[in-house]
């Protein structure tokens, strides 16, 4: 299973990114997608679900209306839409895979991806 992730860079503060996580080596259908991300210094935290056929989302309150999942299991990607970034936004983010379901714990996922940095300058 690999689970590649894109898009991260260098934006100013309320500027957009556009985060991609593609699968492969999986049936990515059968499996609920999350982004997580880690600034320096801290611990992973969750940052947004998806369901896999996109019935539900997820998102943690520091991004909710800012942030929109989504995912198209025919690309086998999950996206991650980031609008109005402020600084406290950086970090590296990272997608990962759960068979079956969602979680908001980094431990309940099967599978993770590298990481993409996000960087918000103010």
């Known amino acids: 299973v690999q689970l590649q992730a894109s898009g991260g860079g260098l934006v100013q503060a309320g500027g957009s990114l556009r985060l991609s996580c593609a699968g492969s080596?999986?049936?990515?259908?059968?499996?609920?997608m999350g982004w997580f991300r880690q600034a320096p210094g801290k611990e992973r935290e969750f940052v947004s679900a998806i369901t896999r056929n996109s019935e539900s989302r997820s998102y943690a309150d520091s991004v909710k209306g800012r942030f929109t999942i989504s995912r198209d299991n025919g690309k086998n990607t999950v996206y991650l839409q980031m609008n109005s970034l402020q600084p406290e936004d950086t970090a590296v983010y990272y997608c990962a895979a759960k068979r079956f379901a969602i979680s908001t714990m980094p431990t309940q996922y099967d599978n993770w991806g590298q990481g993409t940095l996000v960087t918000v300058s103010s």
């Open positions: 080596g999986l049936t990515f259908v059968f499996y609920g």
